[in-house]
């Protein structure tokens, strides 16, 4: 059973980069074809992909955030990452990581990390 | 403003059935498997449907999921309070390659 989960600073100010790493256990990331990505739900709104990243390190972003985002993996550490810069108050969010299957349905979630970007 | 286009809220009687609706384009459903999640409060969203029709392992039969064009469509028979929750479609979009959600259906139990 896969079993994701967040970390990182909750609080972030505004203008700075927001940092999020995702842990995955029960089983190599690595093994088949894998995507992982990195989705985040304002509070009482809907949920928004931000991108994905395959194990071999290719990438999706979403266009409204693609100058922003950086998501990078570490298959030895099983890990994936999610940096996003000159964060505005519009950033803040709850941020969850996913282990996604085809056609980009989200088979495994985080539990969920809520991130403010606050002075 | 949502990619899909779903209404904002259904609701039913205890033991009734709901449908939701998701209409998209060519670019994401029309070309593209459909994904439902049902978010209760405070939780993450759960994959109720893959592939447009398909429930994963332990998901009761009363969800079920259909697509035809460029929509799809989401049932629940008899509904039970449990049910309460906000439930939101979501697929790939090709033009965008992204993934993409519907802005979500809260569901209410009367």
């Known amino acids: 059973q896969v079993q994701l989960q967040e970390s990182g600073p909750g609080l972030v100010k505004p203008s700075q980069t927001l940092s999020l790493t995702c842990t995955v256990s029960g089983g190599p990331m690595s093994t088949g074809s894998l995507y992982w990505s990195w989705i985040r739900q304002p509070a009482g709104k809907g949920l928004e992909w931000i991108g994905r990243?395959?194990?071999?390190?290719?990438?999706n972003y979403n266009p409204s955030l693609k100058s922003r985002v950086t998501i990078s993996v570490d298959t030895s550490k099983n890990q994936f990452s999610l940096r996003l810069s000159s964060v505005t108050a519009a950033d803040t969010a709850v941020y969850y990581c996913?282990?996604?299957?085809?056609?980009?349905?989200?088979?495994?979630w985080g539990q969920g990390t809520l991130v403010t970007v606050s002075s | 403003q949502s990619v899909l286009t779903q209404p904002p809220s259904v609701s039913a009687a205890p033991g009734q059935k709901v449908t939701i609706s998701c209409s998209g384009s060519?670019?994401?459903?029309?070309?593209?498997?459909v994904s439902w999640y049902q978010q209760l409060p405070g939780t993450a969203p759960k994959l109720l449907i893959y592939?447009?029709?398909i429930r994963p392992s332990g998901i009761p039969d009363r969800f079920s999921g259909s697509k035809s064009g460029t929509s799809a469509t989401l049932g629940i028979t008899g509904l039970q309070t449990g049910d309460e929750a906000d439930y939101y479609c979501g697929t790939w979009d090709s033009s965008l390659s992204v993934g993409v959600f519907g802005g979500g259906t809260k569901v209410t139990v009367l």
């Open positions: 990243i395959y194990t071999s390190g290719s990438t």
């Open positions: 996913a282990k996604v299957r085809a056609a980009a349905a989200v088979d495994y």
């Open positions: 592939e447009s029709n």
């Open positions: 060519s670019s994401n459903i029309g070309n593209n498997y």
